[in-house]
């Protein structure tokens, strides 16, 4: 079983190795120390977000406070590309939930998107809420999972702010039940252009999911004539809260990051 994780500040485990002592308070210490109620001995990661893992033994956990002795200090290096969920604004909670599971499988970073046939609409105080609860939403996803790194979330993007990220992917795929091509194959025909030198072999990998509405005709002109590849998920048309986990899963498989060949 994995240790149960608490984040440090960015920088806090710098310079500390086997033997040291960390010190995690607040409300991450409370938590430990009060709710999980953690005792001496028990083994801990704390993490900074960034990569850096501390792995270690309570020694002391009391009030706010939780003093764990340090075994070693890894640092997790990110994988050559960035795996990107573009997630368009929806109602309900249906985004929040597709980024809370793509942090599990391994998002690098998540982009909310103000389709054109997005309800929701992310304005003023509405917005600077909004994007504050999808980045706990993927911190305490990223908690959970046990990661050293949180994935980034990034300001809401328009279409034009969109379509110029297309065009500085090394890859953008479009999911839409009107493609033809699978996306495991458009993936593993990527990793093979890496491979030979006719694609790059490190820079983002985008999946953009549309909102409950559909992406619209123009904005797909836009994409695809900013570089993007449309792709299918399979037979049957996902929601938008399950197309880009479905698509990071088939992600990790065909570019390595779950058989170490990335």
Do not use: C
Request: hydrophobic content about 45%; cysteine-free; charged content about 25%.
């Amino acid at each position: 079983m994995s240790n149960p994780v608490f984040f440090v500040p960015p920088g806090s485990l710098d310079g500390l190795g086997a033997g040291a002592t960390a010190t995690v308070t607040g409300s991450e210490g409370r938590h430990a120390a009060t709710v999980k109620r953690l005792a001496a001995g028990e083994p801990v990661d704390l993490v900074d977000g960034r990569g850096v893992r501390g792995r270690g033994r309570v020694s002391h956990a009391e009030g706010d406070a939780l003093a764990v002795v340090l075994d070693a200090v890894e640092r997790e290096e990110r994988a050559p590309y960035r795996l990107v969920l573009v997630q368009a604004l929806a109602k309900g909670d249906r985004d929040e939930l597709a980024a809370e599971a793509a942090t599990e499988l391994g998002v690098d970073a998540v982009v909310p998107w103000q389709a054109e046939r997005s309800i929701v609409r992310w304005k003023g105080e509405r917005a600077a809420k909004s994007l504050a609860k999808w980045r706990s939403v993927v911190a305490a996803a990223a908690k959970q999972s046990r990661r050293a790194w949180v994935p980034d979330v990034d300001e809401a993007h328009d279409g034009a702010a969109l379509t110029a990220r297309i065009s500085r992917a090394a890859l953008a795929v479009v999911l839409h039940e009107d493609a033809t091509a699978p996306l495991g194959p458009v993936l593993e025909m990527f990793a093979k252009e890496a491979k030979n030198g006719a694609a790059p072999k490190d820079g983002e990998v985008l999946f953009v999911v549309g909102p409950e509405g559909g992406i619209s005709p123009a904005e797909l002109t836009r994409f695809t004539d900013a570089g993007a590849q449309l792709a299918l998920l399979g037979p049957h048309v996902l929601r938008s809260s399950t197309a880009g986990p479905a698509a990071l899963a088939i992600a990790a498989d065909r570019l390595g990051r779950w058989s170490g060949r990335s």
